[in-house]
Each structure stands twice: as C-alpha cells, then as structure tokens.
C-alpha cells in the first residue's frame, strides 16, 4: 500500500465541516491502496467540538500528534469574547470595538499567514527525521489554516517529497481577508506565500472551479477540482415537520444575513395569516446577534425554533425533517468560490433548498444541476418570493420535494477514489 502523509489542523473531536473533508478522506483511504498516516496538533483550540467523529477514525490510520502553541489562550486574558468569535471564524464583527480592532491587525500583520505559524518550524524538524524512518514519500497539507502548507513547502524542499496542497477554502482572496487590517508589506507577503506554495507542490486540490480559475492566473502546476461530499447512509424514514419549516445548518453569521429573505417572510406572513400560522425558522448552530435583531426587527422573532449546536447526527435528522432548507452565502464577489460542506449533506437528505448568495456563485451550478433546489442572489426579491410562494402550496398539498438527480459523484466514497487515485499517480 501507499504510505501518505495528511498535515491537518482540524481533526476529531473537532466539531465542524472543516474536519470532515480529510476525515471522510482518511477512512476510506485504506480500501483504496492508501496507508494514511495523520499529523495533527496535540493541544489544539478548536472552537466546536463533536466526539461523534472519534468513531469514524480507520484503525489502520497512524495518529502523530505535536504540541502546538497559539496565540489564542493569551489573547483570552484581554477578551474571552472577542477570541472565540475569531477563532470561530467570526473575523468581522459588527460595529468592532477598540480592541477588536487591535486584535485583528495583530492577527493580520503578527501572524502571517495565520495563527498557527508557530507550528511550522518545529512540525517541519520533527516530520523530517518521521518521512525518513517510515519510508513516507508523500504528504497532504490542507488549509485553512494555510500555515499548514509552509510545512509541506519546507519538506519538499529538504526531502524532496511529492506533496499535495489542498486548498479547502482560498487564500487571498478569502472574503475575511481585507478585514484583517493588512499593512501593505503584510499583504505582499501573503500574495508572496501563496505563490510559492502554489507554484512549489507537486498537485494542487480544491473544492470548487472558480478557486481552480482564480489558481490558474498564479501557477502552471496541475489543480483538480475535488468538492467536499456526503456520507451514504441508509437513513431511516422520518416524518416530515408538520409546520412549513426553513432550517439553517450551521454557523450563521452576521455577514449572511439575508435581509431579504426576513423582508420576504415578513410581507407573506402580512398578506397571508394561514402562512403566518405554519411558518417556523429553525436554527440549529451558532447565530450572531445581527441575525436576532433582523428576525425581530421584521416580526419573525414568534416563528423561531432555535435548536443552538446540535451533533452532526441531529444536525442530519434535521434536514431530513425539514419542509425547506436554507443556505446562505455573503454577497461578495470573493464568495463565488466558497462552497458550503453542508450543501452536500443538503443534497443527500432530498429537500429543497433555497440558496441565497452572489452573482456567479459555484453554488448555483450545482444546485441546476442536481435539481435540488433554487438560488438567488440578494436582488432578486420578486423571484425569492415566489419560489417561497410555490414551495408554501406544495407544502399545503403535501408535494413538496425534490428530485435530487445525479448526486451519486459527490458521495464520500467516489470523492475518495479520486484523491487517492491522484495521489496514486504521483
């Protein structure tokens, strides 16, 4: 079998999509020639924790775990808030305060690229003498954190390894990334990094076609396009909510508010009071504050089932209970790319989505193609509102669903086939 390397921060019992995409990856590694040796932090700082994932580890995987040292525990002694919302990945506040500020330009200018850089120099020497004793020839680094990827940059360059850099999110041009307060000499060294990695690894994977066009302009290395999936499961049936519920999965944060979408409900639950009366919002994760005041501020606040963190097991229940399912992307032109994990579990659980996000998004190729659903962009109001309109009279009739064609290719099990076939080929 293939020896291979996978350098991750996020790992179980991490909580989260960030650990499933090499989890999934690493479990079905062994069936398909791949010995998979897993490098992880030891103390790390994860923000969402889910021990439900402990379970889904191979036994023929290697754990080797190092001690990491960020900057986080410190920070804590300035604003225990303020450090678990940007380490939750909540990097633009509203409204920031004095300190928020301050903590974003150390975070931008002192950490470069990110907060976990400290973990490169000693991961770097001690993986070096490990590759060597155990015959490893290949390696994984995956980001965000992007850090992570200077240690398999380093490695190349002293072991002369094949090495993959797979991007499950950009770099650059990463929609939080001009919110970090960059001195200009700061967001050089950024592009500069990101060049050499793009432009150092043997391969180069990502999730989504507009991150492989905008990777194109910077380097001639080969980039493959590997979207993130859902597990096959044979899932029990369940009984639709009786209510005409729109759940969101997941972290919703201030900059996905769709205020359209609450102006919508709003006029509905105006002109109609039977929708007024079936109408429910389910949240199932952390929602901002913004939010809250939105849905109050537009009379929803009575139609609310906040469920807070839920497992990735209820969190499955859920959608497969739901009438509709809601995903949101921010409306900026460097969201076109992010492609959220949940919108393949969304695909498998076979209700219809309503997407709201920008111009172009990746999100709506998908979408057409699966006939899983709909998207609309913030100004397309009158459209949004009848999809809404339609979906409510099926609802009403009991016909709501999807067809959910042609989502075979986005299981965990064929995504698999066609990394380890890449890294087969190295």
Known sequence: MKKVLVITYYWPPAGGPGVQRWLKFVKYFPENGI??????????????????????????????????????????LFSKKDTQKMSSGIITPKNPSLLSKLMLYVRGNFFIPDARVGW???????LSKYLIEHNIDTVVTTGPPHSLHLIGMQLKEKLDIKWVADFRDPWTTIHY??????????????????????????????????TKKEFEAITSKPIAVITNGFEEQSFKEVKLDSK??????????TERNPIVLWEVLKELKEE??????????????????????SL??????????????????????????????????????ETKAIIPGKLFEYLQSKRPIIAIGPEGSDIEGILASTKSGDFFTPQHKIQLKGYILDCYEYYLNEQLHTVGASIAHFSRKNLTEK??????SL
């Open 177 to 210: 990334h001009k919110s970090l307060r960059l001195t200009k000499a700061s967001a050089k060294k950024h592009k500069d990094l990101e060049r050499s990695v793009l432009t150092s690894a043997d391969q180069i994977t990502v999730t989504s076609p507009t």
């Open 419 to 424: 990394m380890a076939s890449l890294l087969q």
């Open 120 to 126: 490169v120099k000693p991961s770097v020497s001690y």
């Open 35 to 76: 010995e998979p040796f897993v490098y992880i932090p030891e103390n790390p700082h994860y923000p969402l924790v889910d021990a439900s994932f402990t379970s889904e580890i191979p036994k023929e995987a290697t754990i080797i775990k190092r001690p990491i040292r960020e900057p986080y525990g410190l920070a804590k």
């Open 296 to 333: 109050n501020d537009h009379g929803l606040q009575d139609q609310l089932d906040v469920k807070g963190y839920v497992s990735h097991d209820e969190a499955l229940l859920l959608q497969r209970s739901s009438q509709l399912l809601l995903l949101l992307e921010m409306d900026r032109p």
């Open 244 to 253: 005409f519920s729109i759940a969101h999965i997941g972290s919703l944060l």
């Open 272 to 293: 109609n009071s039977a929708f007024k009366n079936d109408l429910s919002l389910v949240f199932a994760g952390v929602v901002s504050d913004e939010v809250f005041t």
